[in-house]
């Protein structure tokens, strides 16, 4: 069983950043993807970003250049760092962590963990 906690969110303006991070407690973190995903009001859950076990980092198209995934096994988390924020970035923020999926951009409802979320508001 893994336990996610994130942290970091908050009210920043347009063109400002963020750090978001996500502690993950259980036995073999290493051997887990990690991600972030976002849910803004009457929208679906989509996939923002990724660093699976085996070092690769994926992004959605709408964050590349801006959002910079990382993570640090010996800490058992994982980081978003989010610059030059806008507006359509406010969404409650997810960590999710999968022991089969290499990416998690498949079928959300098949992520085998998520953590409770952590809003961020850009303001325009």
């Known amino acids: 069983q893994v336990q996610l906690v994130e942290s970091g969110g908050g009210l920043v303006q347009a063109g400002g950043s963020l750090r978001l991070a996500c502690l993950a407690s259980?036995?073999?973190?290493?051997?887990?993807?990690m991600g972030w995903f976002r849910q803004a009001p009457g929208n679906h859950r989509e996939f923002v970003a990724s660093f699976s076990w085996r070092g690769s980092t994926y992004y959605a198209d709408s964050v590349k250049g801006r959002f910079t995934i990382s993570r640090d096994n010996a800490k058992t988390s994982v980081y978003l760092q989010m610059n030059s924020l806008k507006p359509e970035d406010t969404a409650v923020y997810y960590c999710?962590?999968?022991?089969?999926?290499?990416?998690?951009?498949?079928?959300?409802?098949?992520?085998?963990?998520w953590g409770q979320g952590t809003q961020v508001t850009v303001s325009s």
């Open positions: 999710a962590a999968d022991p089969v999926s290499s990416t998690l951009r498949g079928v959300v409802s098949q992520i085998h963990y």
């Open positions: 259980g036995p073999t973190f290493n051997s887990y993807t």
